[in-house]
């Protein structure tokens, strides 16, 4: 089963982690760690979805894959 993919990165503007998922526009989180950040989008993303359901909007379907580079 796919799901969408969430990027997680540390921002010196927000003095944290950012969490966001590129397919589900302006889905994003913050936390003071990795694992908070991961944990606050998966309820963005859940608050997100019910959202797009009741307003009977289309939700995207998981497409976002980051760039891979081949290890030498």
């Given at each position: ?60 379907e ?11």
């Amino acid at each position: 089963m796919k799901d969408h993919h969430i990027n997680i990165f540390w921002s010196d503007e927000d003095g944290g982690y950012i969490a966001d998922i590129p397919d589900l526009e302006a889905c994003s989180a913050f936390g003071a760690s990795p694992s908070e950040a991961l944990a606050e989008v998966e309820r963005a993303k859940s608050a997100w979805l019910e959202a797009a359901r009741a307003e009977g909007k289309p939700i995207p379907e998981p497409t976002y894959r980051p760039a891979r580079h081949a290890i030498s």
